[in-house]
Each structure stands twice: as C-alpha cells, then as structure tokens.
Nanobody, 123 residues
Framework: HVQLVESGGGSVQAGGSLTLSCAAG????????MGWFRQRPGKDREGLAV????????TYADSVKGRFIITRDKAKDLVYLQMNGLQPEDTGMYYC?????????????????RGQGTQVTVS
C-alpha cells in the first residue's frame, strides 16, 4: 500500500549530489523507524539507511556508508536522504519506508509502509 510520498529524484552527473525527501502522506501512525531502500536495474532490492527515531541512531549499508546521510525534520515531519558522490551504479528507484513497531529497527526491507519511489539516474 502506498502510504509515503518520495520526492527529489532526478538526473545528475557522476560525482554529484541529490537529496530525497519523504513525507508521511496517508501514513498517520506513529513511526519508530524510517528508512530508505533502492531497486537498481537487474538487482535485488537493497536496504540503504535506517533512522531509529526512538533511539536516535542511524545505520547504513556498506555500499553507501560515508556517502549517504539520513536525517529527519521533526517540525516538517519529513525524512531526507542526502546522497553525495553519486555514481552510475547508484541509478535506480529509491523508496522511503516506515515502521511503527516498537524497539530497535528491523530490516528496512521489512518495513510495512512504503512509497511509490523516486527515480535517480546518474550518468
């Protein structure tokens, strides 16, 4: 079910940056965890980053560690994924996901709420 709304995707040259945004949309439940994952052409879905709101911690996949940053603007109720040093292999659909389950966050690919995705193309 589409419950979150992503924006900010687009085309960028290698080495460039993009910042994706995620709004709650119709997902009105209290969120304990927020995250991002992607689907690249011909590859499996890949979890990228998780923000544990309850614990105020973040985790990243090795493939993006040091390049991507997940943050949250509580006042605007938005979650961001800042992506730096983008490479052609980062091309794909990027999805925001959320989980209300209490406690430490599970795998972002298991989060029940997600958006329709936003396309990122790096050339």
């Amino acid at each position: 079910h589409v419950q979150l709304v992503e924006s900010g995707g687009g085309s960028v040259q290698a080495g460039g940056s993009l910042t994706l945004s995620c709004a709650a949309g119709r997902y009105t439940y209290k969120r304990n965890c927020m995250g991002w994952f992607r689907q690249r052409p011909g590859k499996d879905r890949e979890g990228l980053a998780v923000l544990w709101i309850g614990g105020a911690t973040t985790t990243y996949a090795d493939s993006v560690k040091g390049r991507f940053i997940i943050t949250r603007d509580k006042a605007k109720d938005l979650v961001y994924l800042q992506m730096n040093g983008l490479q052609p292999e980062d091309t794909g659909m990027y999805y925001c996901a959320a989980d209300q389950l209490y406690g430490t966050c599970r795998d972002v690919l298991d989060f029940p709420a997600r958006g329709q995705g936003t396309q990122v193309t790096v050339s």
